[in-house]
């Protein structure tokens, strides 16, 4: 059974999502490499953000 | 009245055939229908994170939806549809969990049913390039 950390969850949930979204969103090679990096950093960023966000409201 | 006959589209491929075939191959195999269409690289990479995410949902003890009896469960199993010949498979060998269980196992039911809609989006994606819509 493959059991990862959360976060490592999180990374490979947003490099296969990202990759998908960029080849499928944009026309050129370049701008798919964008834009997938682009949801990609917005993916792993929100996350860390709602986690610090959660961890504050628990408190 | 006569009538003249409507110009091919520019931007259209040169295939001809069943238009919804690439559509069609796409859902069944994830990254089959750019393969149709001779966009290797593109079907390769949409392969690899399609099979990977739904195989990685599978090994973190993921669970298949095989019913419907809530709105929750029917969504799930829409979208575990959506990959295809994987989730038929899946199903026939008794793969993934019959129940969650483990925090991890949460995770990889949502990483099926993430790989399912990511598969419907690339099919539609191949039938955009197969119409002409999409270069």
Redesign the interface.
């Known amino acids: ?4 950390s ?1 976060f490592t ?1 999180v990374l ?2 947003s ?3 990202s ?3 960029g ?2 969103q944009r ?1 050129t090679p370049q701008r798919m490499f964008r834009y997938g990096l682009y949801c990609f950093g917005l993916f792993v960023g929100s996350v860390i953000v709602l986690s610090w966000v959660m961890y504050l409201i628990a408190r | 009245m006569a009538s003249t006959p409507n110009k091919p589209n520019a931007a259209a491929p040169a295939q001809q055939g069943f238009i919804f075939l690439p559509l069609i191959a796409g859902w069944l195999v994830p990254g089959a229908g750019h393969f149709l269409l001779r966009k290797w690289w ?1 079907g390769t ?2 392969a ?3 099979v ?2 739904f195989a ?1 949902g599978l ?3 993921g669970r298949l939806y095989a019913n419907a009896h809530d709105i929750l469960e029917m969504l799930g199993l829409l979208g575990d549809l959506g990959s295809g010949l994987l989730y038929i498979v899946g199903r026939v060998m008794g793969l993934g969990a019959d129940s969650i269980q483990l925090t ?1 196992a949460d ?1 990889g039911t ?2 099926i049913v ?2 399912g809609l ?1 598969n419907i ?2 099919a ?2 191949a039938h955009n390039l197969r119409t002409g819509r ?2």
Do not use: E, G, N, Y
Request: overall charge positive; glycine content about 0%; hydrophobic content about 65%.
């Open positions: 059974m493959f059991t990862p959360h969850a490979l949930f490099l296969f999502a990759t998908v979204f080849i499928t026309d | 593109r990479l949409l690899i994170s399609i990977c995410m990685l090994a973190m003890q991890v995770w949502r990483f993430v790989a990511l989006i690339a539609v994606d999409k270069s």
